[in-house]
T-cell receptor, first 114, second 110 residues
Framework: NAGVTQTPKFQVLKTGQSMTLQCAQD?????MYWYRQDPGMGLRLIYY???????DKGEVPNGYNVSRLNKREFSLRLESAAPSQTSVYFC?????????????FGPGTRLTVL | GEDVEQSLFLSVREGDSSVINCTYT??????LYWYKQEPGAGLQLLTY?????DMKQDQRLTVLLNKKDKHLSLRIADTQTGDSAIYFC??????????FGSGTRLQVQP
């Protein structure tokens, strides 16, 4: 099992450009999440998907959109990137209902917006 | 909403015990978690504790939960240089998603 995979690993954008961050999991998990990590602030939830076909806003959704393409894939789109979106983005998945309910994380995408 | 607080930095000598502390505000979490993040990597689950437990031991790791004070701690026995990382406490109020503290950077000196 590859677990949770993310592409790309690194990206540099200019202000106003758009891009999509890809995430896939092969653990047959129901729930998937997008977080951003900024220095000294821990991880903040951007969007999540409790199951295929559903998405909900998290703590910091402005400037982002998501698509739960199927059970495996959950993408995050920046329509018009801004310097404030420079961050490390983590995708995670969780199989709700099992003991522990722990989330499994991907390796992250490091995004710089100039 | 839930607020999770951690101290930012801890330095210990190799072989000593490390204790990383966390406080939280929402007592509705079913589980409380400790994650480890090494430089340039994602978060790795270290251990978790069910909210009706006071203590959980897993090899060199001991988790203590004081529900009355809403305090969670992680003790690492015989700390090694490979334990140097950022440690995140997390709760799951409402079971929607995890709420993370800002992380404690553990530095282990040889």
């Amino acid at each position: 099992n590859a677990g949770v995979t993310q592409t790309p690993k690194f990206q540099v954008l200019k202000t106003g450009q758009s891009m999509t961050l890809q995430c896939a999991q092969d653990m047959n998990h129901n729930s998937m999440y997008w977080y951003r990590q900024d220095p000294g602030m821990g991880l903040r939830l951007i969007y999540y998907s409790a199951s295929e076909g559903t998405t909900d806003k998290g703590e910091v959704p402005n400037g982002y959109n998501v698509s739960r393409l199927n059970k495996r894939e959950f993408s995050l789109r920046l329509e018009s990137a801004a310097p404030s979106q420079t961050s490390v983005y983590f995708c995670a998945s969780r199989n709700t209902g099992t003991s522990g309910n722990e989330q499994f994380f991907g390796p992250g995408t490091r995004l710089t917006v100039l | 909403g839930e607020d999770v607080e951690q101290s930012l930095f801890l330095s210990v000598r190799e072989g000593d015990s490390s204790v990383i502390n966390c406080t939280y505000t929402d007592s509705s979490s079913t589980y409380l978690y400790w994650y480890k993040q090494e430089p340039g990597a994602g978060l790795q689950l270290l251990t978790y504790i069910f909210s009706n437990m006071d203590m959980k031991q897993d090899q060199r790791l001991t988790v203590l939960l004081n529900k009355k004070d809403k305090h969670l701690s992680l003790r690492i026995a015989d700390t090694q240089t490979g334990d140097s990382a950022i440690y995140f406490c997390a709760t799951n109020p409402g079971r929607r998603a995890l709420t993370f503290g800002s992380g404690t950077r553990l530095q282990v000196q040889p």
